[in-house]
């Protein structure tokens, strides 16, 4: 098991050598089955995709910067990750805007895998970039809650 | 939780907590297991190197309890009626004696949140500072005083307590019962909103 200070958790970058000093963050989540049983939670603040969702997402950054607008750019982001996230009007402040963050749909859980104070991973981190305590864990998360699909959220410290 | 939820659909693959076997209201409940940042709560300027917590939101008055706090909270109650002389429904700023006890008694592991929600117009109480919450109760009843603590896991739910309690550092669990099975919060989508 990790020592008692540190934050790195269950993950395994592929690489040692930093890629910047940005930090990074990994959150797992349990996308229920069903819309009516769970907790709305916000994304994680900075995030840059999920690992379902990395792949798709890329193509989508690379046709903005081959012309795609701005707004249509955003649109696809927001079709990409609706099966996790959507855009928020749940949760609103005391001053009356929502935040900006997207919010969950319905999770049946939400766990922090691992934190680093630099950014060790180019892209996003999936199943096969957590240690081997860090597998074991997922896989006992996805035993507790057999019908529900599991996400890995990369997140940066900016 | 198929059976308890009497649905097709199987959220838990095996029952992780012992619910009280005669229930009172038709309400539901549900247990979530609660992984704190303990040096979070300790001192909620504490340097942590990242943003590494998030938070649940529910409505006031699904509160049932927090193993964390519940003597307080009992305690608290109890005084808030006898100074009030009233019934339990009393409200104090905006909140039933209950529900003010709760806070009172439940910072720093709970709290009344000025976020609000469109669709609501009770008080969020705001559960901070979370490395992650594990829903792992499901019930189609409610209870009367019943809250969940470590002796109503089972194996397998007391086998989730522990591997969560080691992965990070200065974790503190915590058993949150609350009333009703529905979303914490209804979720509120672009379509249901006037500029959709």
Request: hydrophobic share 40%.
């Amino acid at each position: 098991m990790q020592s008692e200070k540190s934050y790195d958790g269950f993950l395994n970058p592929p690489g040692e050598c930093r890629v910047s000093d940005e930090g990074e963050r990994v959150w797992l989540f349990v996308r229920a089955p069903i819309d009516s049983v769970g907790a709305i939670v916000m994304e994680p603040y900075e995030m840059i995709a999920t690992d379902r969702t990395y792949d798709e997402e890329c193509v989508a950054y690379y046709a903005l910067e081959f012309g795609l607008s701005f707004e249509e750019y955003r649109k696809q982001i927001e079709r990409i990750r609706e099966p996790l996230f959507v855009p928020n009007f749940t949760f609103r402040s005391d001053y009356g805007f929502f935040y900006d963050e997207m919010v969950s749909r319905p999770v049946l859980a939400v766990f922090l895998m691992g934190a680093f104070e630099k950014r060790y991973h180019e892209q996003v981190y999936t199943y096969d970039d957590l240690t081997d305590d860090g597998k074991a864990f997922y896989d006992f998360i996805q035993m507790l809650y057999p019908e529900s699909e599991l996400y890995l959220a990369t997140a940066l410290e900016t | 939780m198929l059976q308890e939820m009497g649905a097709p659909t199987q959220l838990i693959r095996e029952r992780m907590v012992d619910f009280p076997t005669d229930g009172v209201g038709r309400d539901g409940t549900l247990v979530w297991l609660l992984a704190y940042a303990g040096q979070l709560l300790r001192d909620s300027r504490a340097h942590v190197p990242l943003e590494i917590t998030t938070q649940l939101l529910f409505p006031a008055d699904r509160f049932v309890g927090l193993d964390l706090t519940w003597e307080q909270h009992q305690k608290r109650y109890t005084e808030l009626l006898k100074s009030v002389e009233t019934d339990p429904v009393l409200r104090t700023n905006y909140l039933t004696a209950y529900e003010l006890a709760a806070v009172e008694a439940g910072r720093p592991h709970l709290e009344i949140s000025t976020i609000e929600h469109p669709q609501l117009n009770r008080p969020l109480m705001i559960v901070p500072h979370l490395y992650g919450a594990f829903l792992i109760g499901i019930s189609p009843v409610s209870y009367a005083d019943w809250h969940c603590t470590r002796n109503n896991l089972t194996e397998l739910g007391r086998e989730l307590y522990e591997r969560v309690k080691q992965i990070l550092p200065s974790t503190k669990l915590g058993l949150l019962t609350l009333r009703g099975t529905e979303p914490l919060v209804p979720l509120v989508l672009k379509s249901d909103t006037d500029d959709a």
